[in-house]
Structures are given as C-alpha cells and as structure tokens.
C-alpha cells in the first residue's frame, strides 16, 4: 500500500490531504487498493460527464433566456413610456437609473392600466364622448 502511495504520489505530486482523501474514498467504496480507487474516480468521472455537461448547457441557456427577459422588459417599458406620453398622462422615471429600474416598469403598467380603465368605464357608463376635444367641423 505505502508503494502505491510513493508511485502516485511521484506521477500526480499529491498533497497529503489529497492522499487522505482519496484513503478515505478507498474506504467509502471500498476499492481493493488506491489505482482501483482512481480507477473508479475515473469512471465516475466518464459517467457523469454528459449529465454536468447537460446542466451546464441548460445553465447557459436560462442566463441567455433571462438576459433576453430583461431586455424586453426595458423595451416594453419605453414603449409604456412612450404611450404614456402620447397620450398625455404621467411618464415614469427612466430605466437608465439603476435606482428606478424595479419600479419604472409597474408604475408605466400602473399609468397604462388606470388610463385603460377610464376608457373602459366612460364607454361602459356613456359618459363622455370619445371625440371630446375635436371640433364637428373637423369631422363631418
């Protein structure tokens, strides 16, 4: 056993605790000797590579999904921005600031959706005209 230390000592140039480690993965799995155990480590290692590859790939995946999200919430909120202040209600605080950026989207969405809301209920009310502010001669 010392000599199967020396000599994977000498090819890796293991650390003492690395030495006990691997004594103590010998041990749990009960490996013969230690070249069964690096043995073991290896298939281990071969077995489960696909797996680690598959859950580092769907990682990158979810980063770029997420990465994709964010830009489409900061679209979403300049065109909230934008209808905000074409129809002349109250625009949000920019995106640009960190500071604003969890609230500009809700607060657009708020504007947005209070605004629809009044539209809603004057046309389900009846009260007011839809074409107040344009005068008859305009429109025929």
């Known amino acids: 056993m010392a000599e ?5 000592r000498k090819t890796f140039d293991f650390s003492t ?3 006990e480690r691997l004594e103590a993965i010998r041990v749990e ?21 696909g797996l680690t590859d598959t859950v580092f790939h769907n990682l990158n995946l979810n980063k770029r999904y997420l990465n994709e999200l964010r830009r489409n919430d900061f679209l979403i909120l300049d065109l909230l921005n934008a209808l905000c202040i074409h129809l002349d209600i109250s625009a949000v605080p920019s995106h640009a600031d960190a500071q604003n950026r969890g609230t500009a989207l809700n607060d657009a969405g708020e504007n947005l959706k209070q605004y629809l809301h009044e539209i809603f209920t004057r046309n389900r009310t009846g009260d007011g005209d839809l074409s107040e502010g344009f005068s008859s001669s305009e429109y025929p």
């Open 4 to 8: 199967q230390q020396n000599t994977i």
């Open 17 to 19: 605790e690395q030495m």
């Open 29 to 49: 799995q009960n490996c013969p000797t230690l070249i069964s155990t690096v043995r073991y480590l290896i298939s281990f290692y071969e077995r489960n590579k």
